[in-house]
């Protein structure tokens, strides 16, 4: 069974870090590009970014919102995805999720989700 | 970037009803899209990829077409367990970027 459970949220100051994991069960993790996609208290989806995998050189993509302050990483070895969030922002507060390849026209997997809040 | 425009953003209908969402990209983005459902405090669901595609496991009542740019998620009759909030996703082009989002509500 495909599981994809996150950790790593809570209370964080503004223009604090903080590190989200991901951590994934249930199939060949180094095969797939992971996603991290989040929402807002009482609103929509925003997707926040992905890395490939190691036949693409881990590479990664971020939404505008994110880029330059988040970064998308992995560790095949550990079947860990990661989310390193920098400089937060209070419209950083939301319930984070990881996913396997939205992209992929194969099952549909996604985290229960863990919660950042960002407030002095 | 592209931008989805959903709509409605949300409407009221009964058990039984037809219901129609729409999605308008910006510009094209082949058939690469997906629709998903999410019910509070949830994870989303897929429904629909590439457009047009039923999920796996997922009722043959969703169904999603495509005509240029213009993309639906159609709900034939709906049920009781379909009262939810329906976003669509477009992966053609980074930023992906999903819809506003549609709330479908009991009448």
């Known amino acids: 069974e495909v599981q994809l459970v996150e950790s790593g949220g809570g209370l964080v100051q503004p223009g604090g870090s903080l590190r989200l994991s991901c951590a994934a069960s249930?199939?060949?993790?180094?095969?797939?590009?992971m996603d991290w996609v989040r929402q807002a208290p009482g609103k929509g989806l925003e997707w926040i970014g992905r890395?490939?995998?190691?036949?693409?050189?881990?590479?990664?993509e971020y939404a505008a919102s994110v880029k330059g302050r988040f970064t998308i990483s992995r560790d095949d070895s550990k079947n860990s995805l990661y989310l390193q969030m920098n400089s937060l922002k209070i419209e950083d507060t939301a319930v984070y999720y990881c996913?396997?390849?939205?992209?992929?026209?194969?099952?549909?997997?996604w985290g229960q989700g863990t919660l950042v809040t960002v407030s002095s | 970037d592209i931008q989805m425009t959903q709509s409605p953003s949300s409407l009221s209908a009964s058990v039984g009803d037809r219901v129609t969402i729409t999605c308008r990209a910006s510009?094209?983005?082949?058939?690469?899209l997906g629709w998903y459902q999410q019910k509070p405090g949830k994870a989303p669901k897929r429904l629909i990829y590439?457009?047009?595609s039923l999920q796996s496991g997922v009722p043959s009542r969703f169904s999603g077409s495509a005509s240029g740019t213009e993309f639906t998620l159609t709900i034939s009759s709906l049920q009781p367990e379909d009262f939810a909030t329906y976003y669509c996703?477009?992966?053609?082009?980074?930023?992906?970027?999903f819809g506003q989002g549609t709330k479908v509500e009991i009448k």
């Open positions: 996913a396997r390849d939205l992209a992929a026209r194969g099952g549909d997997y």
């Open positions: 249930g199939f060949t993790f180094s095969d797939y590009y």
């Open positions: 890395t490939r995998d190691k036949a693409h050189s881990y590479t990664t």
């Open positions: 510009q094209g983005i082949r058939n690469d």
């Open positions: 590439a457009a047009s």
């Open positions: 996703l477009q992966h053609d082009s980074y930023p992906w970027t």
